[in-house]
């Protein structure tokens, strides 16, 4: 491994000034990095795809606490580990979907170490990514994206692009885009908050790029707005090659808001493994506003989610397989959500 500074400031100011302050300029060495559980920036460092000239422990710069806020909505602690936030009591009762997307990801052990705002930053597992010796646009902007003829299975078909056809890894990215969610930063410069929406980009012709946060920004915590009237009605579905320690092929995170006579009130939606961010269409949510839940319905809801879906990869690795596998993943998810919660609650991967 390549030689790094190491700082552990004690409030958020401190940590941002680390961040800025100048590094020796060797032409091999990547820009500093926060480093919270390093549960993917230490791999990515092993694997020599970054190698940054110092790394700024955020342990004790932001909360690690989950708290529930006065107004209904809850706040999850940038170092909150990912295990504590999902047994956490208020997470458990009212967000049950966003305890099983946290769940349903990694291994106990990986949870256990992983913190909230690592966890909206890490990196693709796109498989030619974490090869130094191959071309990757995401890796080196411009010099290619082999998975476009090679090995495709896990990655995406909504929103590629000609230089990156990826997908964002996470589980709990995508219960955190059909809640709602709320990204706070800070900087330097000030704070602002960023629309889960908003948060994760598309690759487009910069590839490279993961996300709306900039290189001097820290991620302090996010908020899920009041969602108790999702918590009687929700899965997060996730199909993967093997039941524990895999990343998805397709996850469905639903969750739907029945009224007394049992007709969805409002509905969310969002996909996993099939986009560079978790995919949610608001006008497929909007079809189910007003009727009782229904398989034809919810045919028509995953039609309307899959309608620009585009196989990529050529051969034994193209992904031509999800397509249809999404589209039977959101109608079970919704079918399944209409008849109350399932809960995942991580026993079966231990
Ligand atoms: Fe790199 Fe993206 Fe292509 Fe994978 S899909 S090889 S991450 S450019």
Redesign the pocket.
């Known amino acids: 491994m390549n030689p790094f500074e190491y700082l552990k400031p004690s409030d958020a100011r401190a940590a941002l000034e680390g961040i800025a302050m100048p590094t020796p300029s060797n032409a091999w060495q990547t820009p500093p990095r926060f480093v919270a559980g390093g549960t993917n920036l230490l791999d990515l460092m092993k694997e020599n795809v970054v190698r940054p000239s110092r790394l700024v422990d955020i342990n004790r710069a932001v909360s690690d606490k989950v708290e529930p806020m006065p107004d209904g909505s809850v706040r999850l602690g940038a170092a909150a580990r990912n295990a504590d936030t999902a047994y956490h009591a208020v997470v458990s009762t009212q967000l049950p979907l966003l305890a099983s997307a946290i769940l349903a990801g990694a291994s106990p052990q990986i949870r256990n170490m992983a913190s909230n705002g690592g966890n909206l930053l890490q990196r693709?597992r796109?498989v030619?990514?974490y090869d130094a010796g191959v071309p990757?646009?995401?890796?080196a902007p411009g010099s290619g994206?082999?998975?476009?003829e090679g090995l495709a299975r896990q990655?995406a078909v909504l929103g590629a692009s000609p230089?990156?056809?990826?997908v964002h890894p996470s589980d709990m990215c995508v219960a955190l885009a059909a809640l709602e969610a709320t990204v706070h930063v800070r900087s330097l410069r000030g704070e602002r908050d960023i629309a889960f929406a908003d948060f994760h980009t598309l690759?487009g012709d910069t590839?490279d790029i993961d996300s709306s946060l900039a290189a001097d920004e820290l991620i302090e915590h996010i908020t899920i707005p009041p969602s108790g009237q999702y918590a009687a009605h929700s899965i997060y579905l996730k199909l993967r090659e093997r039941q524990s320690y895999a990343f998805a092929l397709v996850s469905v995170a639903a969750a739907l808001d029945l009224d007394g006579d049992g007709r969805i009130r409002s509905a969310r939606l969002a996909l996993g493994g099939v986009a560079h961010k978790p995919w949610r269409d608001l006008s497929a949510e909007g079809l189910m506003t007003g009727h009782k839940p229904h398989t034809d319905l919810f045919e028509e809801v995953a039609s309307t989610v899959l309608r620009s879906a585009q196989p990529q990869g050529v051969g034994a690795g193209n992904n031509a397989f999800k397509i249809p596998m999404a589209r039977r993943a959101v109608v079970r998810a919704l079918e399944t959500a209409a008849l109350g919660t399932v809960t995942n609650t991580g026993d079966n991967v231990r």
């Open positions: 693709t796109c030619y990514f990757c646009n995401k890796r994206c082999p998975a476009r990655h230089h990156c056809i990826a690759p590839p």
